[in-house]
């Protein structure tokens, strides 16, 4: 891998041949730049499989591009894609459970749908019911408190407390995805209420929010930074 990459990350590919190869082999190359480029083995070439992850990036990018066009943030969810497949090929290939996930996932699309017949390849079901509205707010909100957590430099590890207040509309979908939140934040707890002084006020779908985090490390002393 380090002789891989070592034509784009001269320095660090070098410190850690120095470090896992140079320190435990001395007939080994001098420098990493001097081992042989490694070569490609035909035999391990899938075709299949490239042809197979060709086809979900295409029907993936395709479906950004319409998000984008009908002006659908990424974080809305929606309910359905409606895909014509071009062949039996890439049907059997929408077909599969784990790629037609990973569309949806990348999308974030609930549901994959293909059809049969003339029409455009593609079509984005831009309805949203209360449910869809209510995640996309959860969504959002989750965004604002991952900023929170970025800009106090927590570990992966660091557990947090997060006290809010906002307008019904925003707080019942918090409520309705706490579970949800709580396991991206890495949150304790999600407490609704009137933060204390130092909270920091942000604006989510147009409205005013007040959130504060704080810092939940066991055996330490709770740290607020907002």
Same mark, same amino acid.
């Given at each position: 891998?380090?002789?891989?990459?070592?034509?784009?990350?001269?320095?660090?590919?070098?410190?850690?041949? #120095?470090?896992?190869? *140079?320190?435990?082999?001395? +007939?080994?190359?001098? +420098?990493?730049?001097?081992?042989?480029?490694?070569?490609?083995?035909?035999?391990?070439?899938? !075709?299949?499989?490239?042809?197979?992850?060709?086809?979900?990036?295409?029907?993936?990018?395709?479906?950004?591009?319409?998000?984008?066009?009908?002006?659908?943030?990424? *974080?809305?969810?929606?309910?359905?894609? @409606?895909?014509?497949?071009?062949?039996? +090929?890439?049907?059997?290939?929408?077909?599969?459970?784990?790629?037609?996930?990973?569309?949806? !996932? !990348?999308?974030?699309?609930? #549901?994959?749908?293909?059809?049969?017949?003339?029409?455009?390849?593609?079509?984005?079901?831009?309805?949203?019911?209360?449910?869809?509205? #209510?995640?996309g707010v959860a969504r959002d909100f989750n965004r604002l408190v991952q900023d929170q957590r970025k800009a106090m430099n927590l570990a992966?590890?660091?557990?947090?407390?997060?006290?809010?207040?906002?307008?019904?509309?925003?707080? !019942?979908?918090?409520?309705?995805?706490?579970a949800y939140l709580r396991g991206e934040l890495l949150a304790e707890r999600l407490e609704s209420g009137t933060p204390e002084d130092g909270?920091? @006020?942000?604006?989510?779908?147009?409205?005013?929010?007040?959130?504060?985090?704080?810092?939940?490390?066991?055996?330490?002393?709770?740290? +607020?930074?907002?």
């Amino acid at each position: 891998l380090t002789r891989v990459m070592a034509p784009v990350l001269p320095f660090l590919t070098e410190e850690i041949y #120095q470090n896992l190869v *140079r320190s435990v082999d001395a +007939s080994a190359p001098e +420098s990493v730049h001097l081992a042989p480029y490694p070569q490609e083995d035909a035999a391990r070439i899938d !075709e299949a499989l490239e042809a197979n992850i060709e086809t979900v990036i295409r029907i993936k990018n395709l479906a950004l591009k319409l998000r984008t066009e009908r002006k659908v943030r990424i *974080r809305q969810p929606l309910a359905a894609l @409606r895909v014509r497949p071009r062949d039996a +090929s890439e049907r059997q290939v929408l077909e599969n459970p784990d790629y037609a996930g990973q569309i949806l !996932e !990348e999308t974030n699309i609930k #549901q994959l749908v293909l059809l049969n017949g003339e029409g455009p390849d593609l079509e984005l079901d831009t309805a949203l019911t209360p449910e869809l509205l #209510q995640e996309g707010v959860a969504r959002d909100f989750n965004r604002l408190v991952q900023d929170q957590r970025k800009a106090m430099n927590l570990a992966v590890s660091d557990r947090i407390l997060v006290r809010y207040a906002a307008p019904p509309r925003i707080a !019942e979908a918090i409520a309705a995805h706490e579970a949800y939140l709580r396991g991206e934040l890495l949150a304790e707890r999600l407490e609704s209420g009137t933060p204390e002084d130092g909270a920091a @006020r942000l604006s989510l779908g147009g409205e005013e929010i007040v959130v504060r985090s704080e810092e939940r490390r066991v055996g330490k002393e709770c740290r +607020s930074r907002w």
